[in-house]
C-alpha cells in the first residue's frame, strides 16, 4: 500500500496525505472496507507516533484497534492486521506511560502470534522489543538487557550478525 510504502522511506507527510485521501474516499463506500480502513489508522497512528504526537497517535491507534477487534471477532480468524494492531496500540500506550495497558496489550499480540499458521520466535521480536522498553522506563535495566538481547539474537540467528537484509 502506497502510506506504508512512504513510512517505510520516512517520507511522513505523504504517507499521512496518503491515509487520509483513503479515509475519505472510503467514508463514500456504502459497503465499506474495513479491513483497509484500519490499515489506514494503523498508518496515520504510527505517522504521527513517530512525529511525538501521542494524541494523535493513540486516537488513530485506537481506532485501527477496534476496527481489527471487530473483524476478529467476526471472522475467529488470527491475522497479523490483529496481532499489529495490539503491538501498535501498545507502543501508544508506552508513549502515554500508561505501562500496565501497553504490557497487558503487547503479551495479547505475544499470545496471538504464538497461534499464527507458520509460527516463528522472529514472530516476536517487536513484542520481546516493546516488553525490554517498558521494563527500561519501570528502571528494571537488567530484565530490560535480558529481553533486548534475546531479541536481538533471535534476529541474528536468521539474519546473521551483519543483517542489512531486513527492514529492522
Same mark, same amino acid.
Given at each position: 500500500m502506497f502510506p506504508r510504502h512512504h513510512f517505510l522511506l520516512r517520507n511522513l507527510e505523504e504517507a499521512s *496525505?496518503? #491515509?487520509k485521501a483513503?479515509?475519505? $474516499?472510503?467514508?463514500y463506500c456504502a459497503d465499506g472496507y474495513p479491513h483497509i480502513e484500519a490499515c489506514?489508522? #494503523?498508518?496515520c497512528s504510527a505517522v504521527a507516533r513517530v512525529l511525538n504526537q501521542p494524541k494523535l497517535a493513540r486516537e488513530n491507534g485506537e481506532k485501527s484497534f477496534r476496527i481489527n477487534s471487530e473483524i476478529y471477532k467476526t471472522?475467529?480468524? $488470527?491475522?497479523?492486521? $490483529?496481532?499489529a494492531s495490539y503491538t501498535e496500540l501498545?507502543?501508544?500506550m508506552i508513549m502515554d506511560n500508561e505501562l500496565e495497558e501497553a504490557e497487558r496489550?503487547?503479551? =495479547?499480540? #505475544?499470545?496471538?502470534r504464538r497461534q499464527m499458521p507458520h509460527f516463528s520466535r522472529l514472530q516476536l521480536f517487536s513484542p520481546i522489543l516493546f516488553f525490554s522498553y517498558i521494563e527500561n522506563l519501570r528502571g528494571?535495566?537488567?530484565?530490560a538487557e535480558k529481553h533486548l538481547? =534475546?531479541?536481538?539474537?533471535?534476529? =541474528?540467528? =536468521?539474519?546473521?550478525? *551483519?543483517?542489512r537484509e531486513s527492514d529492522r
Amino acid at each position: 500500500m502506497f502510506p506504508r510504502h512512504h513510512f517505510l522511506l520516512r517520507n511522513l507527510e505523504e504517507a499521512s *496525505d496518503y #491515509a487520509k485521501a483513503t479515509l475519505a $474516499i472510503l467514508d463514500y463506500c456504502a459497503d465499506g472496507y474495513p479491513h483497509i480502513e484500519a490499515c489506514q489508522y #494503523a498508518t496515520c497512528s504510527a505517522v504521527a507516533r513517530v512525529l511525538n504526537q501521542p494524541k494523535l497517535a493513540r486516537e488513530n491507534g485506537e481506532k485501527s484497534f477496534r476496527i481489527n477487534s471487530e473483524i476478529y471477532k467476526t471472522s475467529g480468524v $488470527i491475522t497479523s492486521q $490483529i496481532v499489529a494492531s495490539y503491538t501498535e496500540l501498545g507502543r501508544v500506550m508506552i508513549m502515554d506511560n500508561e505501562l500496565e495497558e501497553a504490557e497487558r496489550l503487547i503479551k =495479547e499480540s #505475544a499470545r496471538l502470534r504464538r497461534q499464527m499458521p507458520h509460527f516463528s520466535r522472529l514472530q516476536l521480536f517487536s513484542p520481546i522489543l516493546f516488553f525490554s522498553y517498558i521494563e527500561n522506563l519501570r528502571g528494571q535495566f537488567k530484565q530490560a538487557e535480558k529481553h533486548l538481547l =534475546e531479541a536481538l539474537r533471535d534476529r =541474528e540467528l =536468521e539474519y546473521g550478525k *551483519d543483517d542489512r537484509e531486513s527492514d529492522r
